[in-house]
């Protein structure tokens, strides 16, 4: 019970719950004196006065107030305040930390829990570039830079840029070195920068044909053994050997590029060996190319390595050894998947999508690319071999379609069999059974093939002028593939033929749908448009052609014969020009440049395009008649001499040339070598009028006694011409009466009658009226007559369309034509 104490009555403990405290009262803050002071000053930092000692009832805290009376709260509990200072240390406060109170509170700090009393935060401090490390960084970021706009500006082609930036960055890297020594950080010199640079350099020295440089730049990292790898680069030194033509040097540097590659890198290996046979051919070492090819062909076989077996086995005439490296070439996985793959099928859609989403990516297209280059290949290679590998080519070709049937490219038997009659057409045995045969045994394959030989069979019927079977078998092409361009381009020229202009058009202007690089359907468009009189239309067909065929000397005389037509001289001068530009010993388009030069007066230079086009091509009579004239009326007569006499050669049968050559003799005082040369041209033509009347002539003014004899001929001659013009007069008055007559009986026939003795008799007095008179001399008429004319360059290939006939290798690839459409007429 001592234990025990007794609650005092005057301790009441629920006391004191309804005492107002004024310090809570906010409302009266703004008139708080002592409150706005500790606000606006550093009185209000002073902390909380806690308890003394944890654990036990704090004791009474007095709270001021403005109002005066210090007044005591306990806690409840009895337990210490959160936050309370112990002995001066700060104790840590819970669940606060997100409201910005920190455990670290001190006394006199104030509540900022945004840190705006520590002030605005320092600048940031300047970065020092004067540093020898910040140089060096930023000189090898300005190397790398240029080595990037070098390799930029090659990908662009523009070389030389790309030449001078390598060169820049080689400076560059050179000054870094430099800067590293002088800073004592030579150990730190980065070779991977040196190698990118040196390499770079090399590169685009070789890209701008600079091959000492670029050796000498290869030569640098080579000889650097700090440089790993770098014995591969003599690969690309081998190379540069090869395009100077060194091929010594090139197969020494390739054989010390394999010692150095090891057999991990197999296709590296490879692609050597077969650079070292490509360099064996090209020294007209067969044998040692063989041995290369044979080695890559039993370890990796490929392509174009046994393409290039079956050339070195056809360059030493070795049949059997072609034949197995034929079955070798056919047999080479390709390594690509089959196209029924590309097929959609009905039932699954989202496969469809997938399928259609790759049917066109870029490795379908390469895969479709490997096949073409390999049919290529093939296709040429059984052209090469076929002729070779028996007695008879065909027999040759038949053993190469047998092969290729049982191989994975069957679809080429057929354009085998084509190619076989083709080389028929190549020997020019157009009417060879054997060709036509092999194409009309196509008519019942498939569509592709039956067109091609159908395109053919029309094509040589065509040039056989068998216009109907041409047009027949243009038919059964278009009948079998309607967007086959060289089967329309033979359609129409069979139409064109047959001066069905409009159609013709028709049938080119479909070619042109079907596919807009059809050269020779524009070609023949344009044709088609100058012989309808649509010259502006025939012109625009022409300016195309010229923007896809850049260098072709028919176009651009196409165009130049359009401007002439269109009476634009100067267009026309000026397209002839880069004829002559691009075909410098075109004879013709020589003289058309005389004739317009002459048409516009300025003879000089009409007499010196006349005069190289006789000199590359001295027959042509029209300029040998120009230049003849042109020497009488420039008064050399002894230089028109030489002219007239090679035109007498040409045309032995006309007169008129050995007239000429005599006017020349007696115009420049040779009396008696005019004499001698009228004397022979009566002997070869004893009723010429002409040759008696000068013979009359000089043999007076010579006071000669055949003066006499010369004479009588000359009366009866003129007896005999009038006889002739009597009986042409009654021709006519017969023919006016067999008109009136037929005009009675039939107004069609009269008019046909009426014309063609019209003609005839204009012809005829045409040609009397070009006689000279009894009283003038034969050169009094002959400046009038010489007139130089134009012969079309290309003949009648100008005026008929081109056939189709397609080329699609070149002789020096070993292929043969297929008939399309781009082979000029006959």
Same mark, same amino acid.
């Given at each position: ?32 004196? &002592? ?142 070195? =430099? ?73 020494? @540097? ?22 070292? &046979? ?14 290369? @090819? ?16 079956? $050339?070195?086995?056809?360059?030493? &005439? ?25 097929i959609p099928s009905n039932e699954d859609t989202s496969s469809n999508m997938v399928i259609e989403a790759i049917k066109n990516d870029k490795l ?32 040759? @070709? ?89 089967? $329309? ?44 009189? =649509? ?218 009658? =009426? ?30 007559? $010489? ?12 005026? =008929? ?26």
């Open positions: 019970m001592e234990h025990v104490h007794l609650a005092v009555e005057e301790d009441d403990l629920y006391s004191g719950y309804n005492d107002y405290n004024p310090t809570f009262d906010s409302e009266e803050l703004e008139n708080d004196v &002592g409150f706005q002071q500790a606000v606006r000053t550093s009185h209000g930092r002073r902390p909380p006065m806690t308890a003394k000692f944890p654990g036990t009832p704090i004791g009474p805290r007095s709270l001021a107030s403005s109002f005066g009376a210090r007044l005591h709260m306990a806690s409840s509990m009895g337990r210490p305040m959160t936050g309370a200072v112990q002995d001066g240390s700060a104790r840590p406060m819970t669940a606060v930390k997100a409201a910005g109170y920190t455990s670290s509170l001190s006394r006199g700090s104030a509540f900022d829990p945004l840190g705006q009393s520590r002030g605005p935060a320092p600048a940031l401090e300047a970065k020092n570039e004067d540093t020898p490390e910040e140089k060096i960084k930023i000189l090898e970021k300005k190397v790398n830079d240029l080595i990037e706009e070098s390799c930029m500006a090659q990908s662009m082609g523009a070389l030389q840029v790309a030449l001078e930036k390598a060169k820049e960055a080689g400076r560059k890297e050179r000054a870094l070195v =430099r800067q590293r020594e002088q800073s004592g950080s030579a150990d730190h010199i980065n070779l991977d920068l040196t190698y990118s640079v040196l390499l770079n350099l090399a590169n685009q020295y070789t890209n701008n044909e600079m091959y000492p440089e670029a050796l000498n730049s290869y030569q640098i990292i080579v000889k650097n053994k700090m440089f790993s790898n770098a014995g591969r680069l003599k690969v690309n030194m081998a190379n540069i050997y090869f395009k100077q033509k060194n091929y010594p040097k090139a197969i020494k @540097f390739y054989r010390m590029a394999l010692d150095q590659i090891t057999n991990a890198h197999k296709e590296m290996r490879i692609k050597i060996m077969q650079n070292i &046979g490509v360099v064996f051919i090209c020294m007209g070492q067969y044998t040692d190319a063989i041995t290369s @090819f044979e080695h890559i062909m039993s370890e990796s076989p490929n392509i174009k390595t046994g393409f290039n077996l079956i $050339l070195c086995y056809y360059a030493i &005439g070795d049949r059997e050894r072609m034949k197995k490296a034929f079955q070798k070439l056919i047999s080479v996985p390709l390594g690509i998947d089959d196209e029924d793959k590309y379908h297209q390469m895969e479709r690319d490997l096949k073409t280059l390999a049919e290529k290949y093939i296709m040429t290679a059984a052209k090469l071999i076929a002729p070779a590998i028996e007695t008879l080519f065909a027999t040759g @070709f038949d053993w190469c379609v047998d092969m290729v049937k049982s191989s994975q490219y069957v679809e080429l038997a057929n354009d085998l069999e084509i190619n076989k009659a083709i080389t028929y057409l190549r020997q020019k045995d157009f009417n060879q059974v054997e060709a036509v045969e092999t194409l009309k045994a196509f008519e019942k394959k498939d569509s592709r093939v039956k067109s091609a030989a159908a395109t053919n069979l029309s094509f040589l019927y065509f040039l056989e002028k068998d216009y109907d079977q041409a047009d027949r078998y243009a038919d059964l092409a278009m009948n079998a593939d309607r967007y086959n361009p060289a089967a $329309l381009i033979n359609k129409g020229n069979t139409v064109f033929v047959k001066q069905d202009y409009e159609k013709a058009a028709e049938f080119y202007k479909e070619a042109l749908r079907n596919d807009s690089s059809c050269t020779e359907g524009l070609y023949n468009l344009g044709l088609t448009y100058q012989r309808l009189n =649509r010259l502006e239309e025939a012109l625009d067909c022409f300016l195309k052609l010229h923007a896809i065929l850049r260098n072709s000397s028919q176009v651009m005389y196409q165009l130049a014969s359009l401007y002439e037509l269109l009476e634009n001289p100067e267009q026309a001068i000026e397209w002839l020009m880069q004829v002559i530009s691009v075909t410098p010993t075109d004879a013709q388009a020589l003289a058309k440049l005389g004739e317009l030069h002459d048409s516009e007066g300025d003879k000089s230079q009409a007499f010196q395009y006349y005069y190289e086009s006789f000199r590359y091509f001295p027959s042509n009579i029209h300029v040998i008649e120009w230049l003849g004239a042109y020497y009488i009326e420039t008064q050399f007569c002894e230089k028109a001499i030489q002219y007239f006499e090679r035109a007498t050669l040409i045309q032995p049968t006309q007169v008129k040339w050995q007239l000429m050559v005599a006017s020349c003799y007696r115009r420049s005082g040779n009396s008696q070598k005019a004499l001698e040369t009228y004397k022979e041209i009566h002997r070869k033509f004893p009723e010429n009028v002409e040759c008696l009347r000068f013979l009359v002539r000089l043999c007076t003014d010579m006071q000669l006694k055949e003066v006499q004899d010369y004479a009588t001929k000359l009366k009866k001659v003129e007896k005999m011409k009038e006889i002739r013009e009597q009986r042409i007069k009654s021709g006519r008055e017969g023919s006016a009466r067999s008109r009136r007559e037929g005009r009675e009986s039939s107004a069609g026939s009269a008019d046909s009658g =009426r014309s063609s003795s019209s003609t005839k008799g204009e012809r005829l007095s045409a040609k009397m009226r070009s006689l000279p008179g009894s009283n003038e001399p034969y050169e009094a008429s002959s400046p009038k007559e $010489l007139d130089a004319s134009y012969v079309d360059p290309l003949g009648p290939q100008m005026d =008929r369309p081109k056939t189709g006939v397609k080329k699609r290798v070149e002789d020096d690839d070993f292929a043969d034509e297929e008939l399309g459409d781009d082979l000029l007429p006959e």
